[in-house]
């Protein structure tokens, strides 16, 4: 769930890059230079508009009266430009200040999203170990957006001439931000992929994890023994469960006998102990196993009739 999850969320920042849900750039849909007078170009806007000019366009119209305002309009985008009501081309900072939560929605979004995945409850402690790993990641995605989008020169496009040398700065930075987003989901899908298969990223278990894990494997094994000794205490008490096991074990005495008197099945046994098991060697062992059991007690007799 929590891969699919990341890579639907990566999907959908690819999907936003499309131009279809892109704002609207009206210099490139009307194919006007930077420098054309704004009459003759909402003149072409309105032209192309079945419904005529929007709100939007008209609160646009008396705002692109300058080149400083359109530099800012390819700067900051068509939204900033026209709903800043405190905005103003002589102070281009406050269009950057009116934009940060634009640019920092996403951001602060994919950064909610990352610390649910690599939460220990959603994920257990494959995720949790990715979670500093992926707050890096998306805090520094924030500084960079934040630094490429202050620092940008407004100033370049003044000498451009033609539609084609505009940096449209605002639809490229759209996109690479989109794109970022998707980056670090995807990458931080795929490193828990491999972290929680085991592919990579192995890290061998502590001590205590170790001996934890033993302390529960005992517990399993003694409560299995507790189940089995009640369950035979339980046989041994009960006339008629007692008479069934007892039958049950001579039949299968009888049973595992007339087995073991078929011929291939003591041509089998033959092969196995003549190819893969040495007689000699079992025998020896037997015989130390048997003298380090009955040779203290042995020993110990002589001692017992003296006293």
Request: aromatic share 8%; proline share 4%; charged share 20%.
């Amino acid at each position: 769930a929590t891969l699919l999850i990341l890579f639907a969320v990566a999907g959908t920042f690819v999907l936003r890059t499309l131009p279809f849900f892109s704002p609207e750039n009206i210099f490139s849909l009307t194919s006007s230079r930077l420098q054309i007078p704004v009459d003759v170009l909402f003149t072409r806007l309105s032209a192309m508009r079945l419904a005529g000019l929007t709100p939007s366009d008209n609160i646009l119209r008396t705002k692109l009266n300058s080149l400083d305002s359109r530099l800012l309009y390819f700067h900051h985008g068509p939204d900033v430009i026209a709903n800043c009501q405190f905005c103003n081309a002589e102070d281009p900072k406050s269009y950057l200040y009116y934009s940060l939560p634009s640019i920092l929605a996403p951001h602060l979004f994919n950064l909610c999203l990352l610390a649910l995945v690599t939460s220990g409850l959603f994920t257990g402690k494959e995720g949790a170990a990715w979670r500093t790993t992926a707050t890096i990641a998306a805090g520094a995605a924030v500084v960079i957006d934040l630094y490429l989008v202050s620092s940008y020169d407004t100033a370049q496009n003044s000498r451009a001439t033609r539609l084609e040398d505009i940096d449209t700065f605002f639809w490229k930075m759209r996109v690479y931000r989109l794109l970022g987003l998707a980056t670090v989901n995807g990458l931080l899908g795929w490193v828990l992929y491999l972290s929680s298969t085991n592919r990579a990223f192995l890290k061998p278990a502590t001590t205590q994890e170790r001996i934890e894990a033993s302390t529960r494997v005992l517990d399993s094994a003694r409560s299995k023994l507790g189940a089995i000794g009640i369950l035979r205490n339980t046989v041994q008490r009960d006339t008629v469960l007692r008479e069934k096991s007892s039958e049950y074990w001579v039949r299968e005495g009888m049973v595992m006998g007339e087995l073991m008197e078929e011929r291939e099945v003591v041509e089998g046994v033959n092969n196995a102990l003549g190819s893969r098991i040495d007689i000699n060697t079992i025998t020896r062992d037997a015989e130390v196993y048997a003298q380090n059991v009955v040779g203290p007690s042995q020993a110990n007799q002589p001692a017992n009739g003296t006293t």
